[in-house]
């Protein structure tokens, strides 16, 4: 502790994954993204019936080492700028972005027209921010 100074804390409530069930090791890279869910626009069914999917398929193909979506527990309070939080999840930094979204979510839901659920989608939610996190040090 003395090595550090705690700026912040936050409490999050893991609610969806795509991650390889024999994963040993926490992967390199994350890209994380802080979102506002947008009221009566489904963004958790939306991201549970076809993100996920897609993330499951990117994950078996080996483009992603995984993905994950929270949903914000603590600070909480109508002035919070974001309610949820996902994370793409890379072992090498040229893999970040580099799955195909697009792609990944047309193979994912092959029923759905993406010319109306790509709207949707964005639709739902308000991108706050993104960080790139890059693992430096862990303990097991």
Do not use: C
């Amino acid at each position: 502790m003395a090595s550090r100074e705690l700026v912040s804390s936050r409490l999050l409530n893991w609610q969806l994954q795509s991650l390889p069930q024999d994963q040993r090791e926490p992967s390199r890279y994350a890209m994380v993204n802080y979102q506002k869910s947008v009221p009566g626009k489904n963004y958790f069914a939306l991201r549970r019936d076809h993100v996920k999917p897609a993330f499951d398929l990117a994950l078996k193909e080996g483009k992603v080492a995984g993905w994950g979506l929270w949903s914000t527990t603590f600070p909480a309070g109508a002035g919070m700028p974001y309610n949820w939080v996902s994370a793409d999840f890379y072992n090498k930094m040229s893999e970040i972005g580099q799955y195909g979204f697009t792609d990944v979510m047309e193979r994912a839901n092959p029923k759905e027209n993406m010319d109306e659920l790509m709207p949707k989608m964005g639709e739902s939610r308000a991108m706050v921010k993104r960080e790139l996190w890059q693992l430096i040090d862990y303990v097991r």
